[in-house]
């Protein structure tokens, strides 16, 4: 794990994890320096005394120091300054998830738009696996709520729809997300055989929160570390992190984790971007370069003819103007994607002039 300096600011301790206070450790941080912050503090669940099960063994609950609060405006006052030093890491366009539960998600919500934060989003995590209800007095607590921010709302924070959305089976993905907890293979154990950290959360959590909301190389801070779920996966996703840790032992258990885990190669860390997102080519360039000569006929689909003019636009019987503009107007539609429409004859076939488009692309990336 090497610190590194990162597009031009002050020294960064990259993909190492920090011991001490997570606010006093952002403060040393420089401003201004994260694109995403991934937040899971503690939940303040308020517990009186040990949870058992129907057959009286004891539930291996959150009853930890760190997760233990003397009254709810202790933990605001909490919530407030460590929100406060996350928001003066993240740039400009940078966003922060923090996940909750019932007992804190509502106050964490109320404080992010009080310091200004830009709410995007909730999600519901539904858990596939939920633990049981095993007093029989309430529900089953069977799901966590996730908050998605941007730093302002005037922010152009990151989002990969189109690679959501494949991750989807092409469908758009929704704000309610099934995903199983931690068990098995996945939950880490102390040297005991116990759970390493109560809350744990599952690394197929974090790969779809920072697949959806960072690039490749983006600076991931997560000042509630645990066991490095976050620091896993976003090595694996070629994501730079840095992690916040008081425990020892959870900063032990993380570093062993993440010293196993390998990035994935460049071929297999491209996700699938929008149209929108790729370099824009004026049809006129495909006309500069040769790739198309002025008197070149293209043709539509149904037959309708067009030729291509030295200024890169068309002209047919019916109309002229730009790709678009004629094709619509052949269409008598009111829009129409010149790109796909048109064709251009090579040894005798139709060939989408888009396939030239995709070539000067290729040679702009």
């Known amino acids: 794990m090497t610190t ?23 403060r040393r941080l420089p401003e201004a320096s994260v694109d995403l912050i991934f937040a899971d503090p503690p939940y303040n669940l308020q517990l009186k005394g040990e949870l058992h099960r129907p057959d009286n063994s004891r539930v291996d609950a959150v009853d930890d120091a760190w997760d233990q609060f003397g009254s709810f405006r202790a933990y605001d006052e909490f919530t407030r300054d460590w929100l406060a030093a996350a928001r003066r890491l993240l740039k400009p366009n940078g966003a922060i998830w923090v996940i909750g539960s019932y007992h804190n998600v509502f106050r964490l919500g109320a404080e992010l738009q ?17 633990m049981p209800n095993f007093r029989g007095k309430r529900l089953t607590n069977a799901h966590e709520t996730l908050i998605w921010a941007s730093k ?5 924070y990151t989002f990969n729809y189109e690679a959501l959305k ?26 005991k055989g116990d759970k390493a950290h109560p809350t744990q959360k599952p690394e197929s959590l974090l790969h779809r929160v920072i697949l959806a909301t960072t690039n490749a190389g983006d600076v991931v801070l997560d000042p509630f570390f645990g066991t490095g779920t976050t620091g896993a996966v976003a090595k694996m996703l070629g994501r730079e992190f840095i992690g916040i840790e008081r425990e020892p032992a959870y900063r032990d258990v993380a570093t062993r984790r993440i010293d196993k885990v390998r990035k994935f190669d460049k071929t297999a860390l491209e996700v699938t971007t929008s149209k929108r997102a790729e370099p824009r080519v004026p049809f006129g360039q495909l006309v500069e370069r040769g790739m198309l000569r002025p008197g070149e006929v293209l043709t539509s689909p149904r037959g309708a003819t067009a030729k291509v003019r ?53 040679e702009m990336s």
Not at 8 to 24: F, H, K, R, V
Request: aromatic fraction near 6%.
């Open 310 to 362: 030295a200024d890169g636009t068309l002209v047919s019987e019916a109309a002229k103007g730009s790709i678009h503009q004629v094709g619509a107007a052949l269409e008598g539609a009111p829009s129409c994607n010149g790109w796909t429409y048109w064709h251009f004859k090579r040894d005798g076939k139709p060939v989408s002039i888009d396939v030239l488009r995709q070539q000067i692309r290729a």
């Open 4 to 26: 590194k300096t990162k597009r031009g600011t002050a020294s960064l301790p990259l993909n190492q994890i920090l011991g001490g206070d997570c606010i006093e450790e952002m």
């Open 152 to 156: 302002e709302e005037a922010s152009k």
């Open 166 to 191: 494949a991750l989807n089976e092409g469908i758009q993905m929704r704000s309610d997300w099934v995903l199983p907890i931690c068990t098995g293979h996945e939950r880490l154990k102390d040297d």
């Open 114 to 130: 009080n310091q200004g934060f830009w709410i995007l989003n909730d999600v519901v995590w539904r858990k596939s696996n939920p």
